[in-house]
């Protein structure tokens, strides 16, 4: 056998060889960028998460820093279990006790402005975060709520994690 004849011979027996390694190879390749897309989804997942538990953060602080400036709403117990179910409506309480644009605020009242901040807390609520989402304030000396008693403000939501629905919360105690 001439070189000529071996060379070819050989080319013969190989032929195909490398379409199969290229089709292999991209076998791989496409199984790495499904991991990928999955790392990439969970990534999204956490994300959404941790934006959500900030929130509610924000939002818990945001009704103990309202508690702490009505005192007196605090200790007459207008605070005293508090749930943001349906208090965001279409229709804005009246007496309406917050600034808005140039109109002047009303003047309330301790239990009014109790009744203004579960409003305006509500429907930062139903703004923020998924829908179902809900504030509890409570008083932990229940049921006899005493002046200077702490107040715990829970704020909850449902989000889904590695596929399954749960519900997750923030709480926080108040001293006001």
């Not at 644009?101 to 003047?107: E, M, P």
């Amino acid at each position: 056998m001439t070189l000529n004849q071996q060379s070819a011979a050989t080319r013969a027996g190989t032929a195909g060889f490398t379409l199969i390694e290229i089709l292999i190879a991209l076998v791989i390749f496409s199984i790495g960028l499904l991991g990928l897309a999955g790392m990439q989804l969970r990534g999204s997942e956490g994300t959404n998460m941790a934006y959500f538990r900030s929130q509610a953060t924000l939002i818990a602080n945001d009704m103990a820093e309202r508690m702490h400036a009505n005192r007196a709403g605090v200790d007459a117990n207008a605070y005293a279990d508090l749930s943001s179910a349906d208090a965001c409506t279409d229709e804005a309480p009246d007496p309406f006790c917050a600034t808005q644009g140039t109109t002047q605020g009303a003047s309330c009242s301790a239990d009014e402005m109790a009744f203004f901040d579960n409003y305006a807390i509500a429907c930062h609520i139903k703004n923020s975060l998924p829908a179902g989402s809900l504030l509890r304030v409570t008083c932990n000396d229940a049921p006899l709520c005493q002046v200077g008693s702490q107040h715990t403000v829970v704020i909850a939501w449902s989000e889904v994690d590695e596929g399954q629905a749960r519900t997750s919360d923030v709480t926080l105690v108040v001293q006001p």
